[in-house]
């Protein structure tokens, strides 16, 4: 097995991540996240909004609405130019995405470029291709009373798209926001939500997902300062990842995206690249989106998006530096630095070293014997007694010790704490360590 394969079957086994729809027998491209992986996942994104949001005073939050305007995604382009190249084989009707399963091509190959390629069908092994054709990702619905068996024009009047990203909700309250509260430049507006892409193929675990959590900032600048504003959102994603998620500076590579391969709206972009278990993948973008989105609502909708400068009354549509994050792609960054084996005493154990920080549980307390009714009462209260000071303390007394440590150290608990015969004469207990497997004493007071 894989690392990635272990990591899928730990996080399955141990509540983190199963499939989505997993008693009907799965739903591609979905995840769902369980006990413990809904609070990892949410403790990254809650550190997120702390380093992001309440700790700085010039990026304020929003949460839009996912259900948006149709024209947002005619304005951004998205109608029109977000697809992928979709390539059918005649012979057994599978589709792919060309440009995955062809090598030296990119999103923007043509039928020709294709077929030189001379890549066979991964599923029959033939050489018969239909067209390129391109396939737009965004998921359609209808809002409002439309019935199967309407005409044509009533179902495409009460269109919508499940939104492809949270980028638009921000871009689209802008105005509210100047409106309201006025900010100086730079500042920014952050969003943490689902946006949705109907992938030809998803793959990889959680990393190419249907359906998946962003984490994204618009952050409004000065046109002359773009440069400088880009270097700062840039450090700064340094520091969120490395010092607040601790993923290793080594494993985080910067690819400055050729101009060919940027998205539609950039002029500048860094992909922050990542070692995952299964080879470097993308973990999040940063790019320089200039006015393209203000300019188009403002275009689209018919009203102003300019900003008055205060101290210099200059007005213009300010730019725009905006990183992207897949909450999906950091949590399995995480989880995947974290998955840790070694042998402790000729046994082998596999241990997740979370930071203290993202662990779902701080301590994990428990009697040493089940059966004591003694130990189990003072464990009660030393368990009690830890949840009134920390939130994320777990209990347990099922099976041998020896089974709850192993148990403990899947799930990433830092510390271990047990209840013992000794306690009850001196009000000592005895932490171990996750890491080093380390046991001291202390007394509960200290605790
Ligand atoms: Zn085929």
Same mark, same amino acid.
């Given at each position: 097995?894989?690392?990635?394969?272990?990591?899928? &079957?730990?996080?399955?086994?141990?509540?983190?991540?199963?499939?989505?729809?997993?008693?009907?027998?799965?739903?591609?491209?979905?995840?769902?996240?369980?006990?413990?992986?809904?609070?990892?996942?949410?403790?990254?994104?809650?550190?997120?909004?702390?380093?992001?949001?309440?700790?700085?005073?010039?990026? /304020?939050? #929003?949460?839009?609405?996912?259900?948006?305007?149709?024209?947002?995604?005619?304005?951004?382009?998205?109608?029109?130019?977000?697809?992928?190249?979709?390539?059918?084989?005649?012979?057994?009707?599978?589709?792919?995405?060309?440009?995955?399963?062809?090598?030296?091509?990119?999103?923007?190959?043509?039928?020709?470029?294709?077929?030189?390629?001379?890549?066979?069908?991964?599923?029959?092994?033939?050489?018969?291709?239909?067209?390129?054709?391109?396939?737009?990702?965004?998921?359609?619905?209808?809002?409002?009373?439309?019935? @199967?068996?309407?005409?044509?024009?009533?179902?495409?009047?009460?269109?919508?798209?499940? %939104?492809?990203?949270?980028?638009?909700?921000?871009?689209?309250?802008?105005?509210?926001?100047?409106?309201?509260?006025?900010?100086?430049?730079?500042?920014?507006?952050?969003?943490?939500?689902?946006?949705?892409?109907?992938?030809?193929?998803?793959?990889?675990?959680?990393?190419?997902?249907?359906?998946?959590?962003?984490?994204?900032?618009? =952050?409004?600048?000065?046109?002359?300062?773009?440069?400088?504003?880009?270097?700062?959102?840039?450090?700064?994603?340094?520091?969120?990842?490395?010092?607040?998620?601790?993923?290793?500076?080594?494993?985080?590579?910067?690819?400055?995206?050729?101009?060919?391969?940027?998205?539609?709206?950039?002029?500048?972009? #860094?992909?922050?690249?990542?070692?995952?278990?299964?080879?470097?993948?993308?973990?999040?973008?940063?790019? =320089?989106?200039?006015?393209?989105?203000?300019?188009?609502?403002?275009?689209?909708?018919?009203?102003?998006?300019?900003?008055?400068?205060?101290?210099?009354?200059?007005?213009?549509?300010?730019?725009?530096?905006?990183? &992207?994050?897949?909450?999906?792609?950091?949590?399995?960054?995480?989880?995947?630095?974290?998955?840790?084996?070694?042998?402790?005493?000729?046994?082998?154990?596999?241990?997740?070293?979370?930071?203290?920080?993202?662990?779902? =549980?701080?301590?994990?307390?428990? @009697?040493?014997?089940?059966?004591?009714?003694?130990?189990?009462?003072?464990?009660?209260?030393?368990?009690?007694?830890?949840?009134?000071? =920390?939130?994320?303390?777990?209990?347990?007394?099922?099976?041998?010790?020896?089974?709850? /440590? %192993?148990?403990?150290?899947?799930?990433?608990?830092?510390?271990?704490?047990?209840?013992?015969?000794?306690?009850?004469?001196?009000?000592?207990?005895?932490?171990?360590?996750?890491?080093?497997?380390?046991?001291? %004493?202390? &007394?509960?007071?200290?605790?």
């Amino acid at each position: 097995m894989s690392k990635l394969d272990d990591i899928v &079957s730990l996080c399955k086994r141990r509540g983190f991540i199963f499939p989505g729809s997993d008693v009907y027998g799965g739903f591609a491209g979905t995840w769902d996240f369980g006990p413990l992986g809904v609070t990892l996942k949410k403790k990254i994104m809650d550190e997120w909004w702390k380093f992001f949001v309440e700790d700085r005073e010039d990026i /304020y939050g #929003i949460d839009a609405a996912i259900l948006m305007n149709p024209k947002t995604w005619e304005a951004s382009g998205h109608t029109a130019t977000f697809a992928d190249p979709l390539v059918e084989c005649k012979e057994c009707k599978s589709r792919f995405r060309a440009d995955k399963i062809a090598d030296g091509i990119n999103e923007s190959v043509t039928t020709e470029e294709f077929l030189a390629t001379h890549t066979k069908c991964p599923v029959c092994g033939k050489e018969n291709w239909g067209p390129i054709r391109k396939f737009n990702m965004m998921f359609l619905t209808h809002v409002g009373a439309v019935l @199967p068996d309407d005409d044509k024009e009533v179902a495409e009047k009460n269109i919508a798209y499940l %939104r492809p990203e949270t980028a638009q909700g921000i871009f689209t309250n802008y105005k509210n926001v100047i409106d309201t509260i006025y900010p100086d430049l730079p500042f920014g507006l952050a969003q943490q939500g689902k946006a949705f892409r109907n992938e030809i193929s998803p793959r990889d675990f959680i990393l190419r997902d249907r359906e998946c959590s962003q984490m994204e900032i618009e =952050y409004f600048v000065n046109p002359n300062t773009w440069e400088e504003n880009f270097e700062t959102m840039r450090s700064l994603q340094h520091e969120f990842l490395e010092n607040i998620l601790e993923l290793p500076k080594n494993k985080i590579h910067e690819l400055e995206v050729p101009a060919e391969d940027r998205a539609h709206y950039s002029k500048r972009t #860094i992909d922050f690249m990542f070692d995952y278990p299964n080879g470097e993948e993308e973990l999040m973008g940063l790019a =320089y989106r200039t006015d393209f989105d203000l300019s188009n609502i403002a275009r689209e909708s018919g009203k102003s998006m300019d900003y008055r400068d205060k101290k210099t009354n200059e007005v213009f549509i300010p730019h725009v530096i905006e990183p &992207s994050i897949g909450v999906e792609r950091l949590f399995l960054a995480v989880l995947s630095t974290a998955y840790s084996k070694d042998e402790i005493n000729g046994e082998k154990r596999v241990f997740l070293k979370l930071p203290e920080n993202l662990a779902p =549980y701080k301590f994990c307390v428990s @009697p040493l014997l089940k059966n004591k009714p003694e130990l189990v009462e003072k464990a009660k209260e030393v368990y009690n007694l830890l949840r009134k000071k =920390y939130s994320n303390v777990t209990w347990d007394d099922s099976g041998n010790i020896g089974k709850r /440590y %192993r148990k403990q150290d899947e799930i990433g608990t830092p510390k271990c704490i047990v209840i013992d015969f000794e306690t009850l004469e001196n009000d000592t207990i005895t932490i171990r360590d996750r890491n080093t497997t380390e046991q001291i %004493r202390k &007394s509960i007071s200290e605790l």
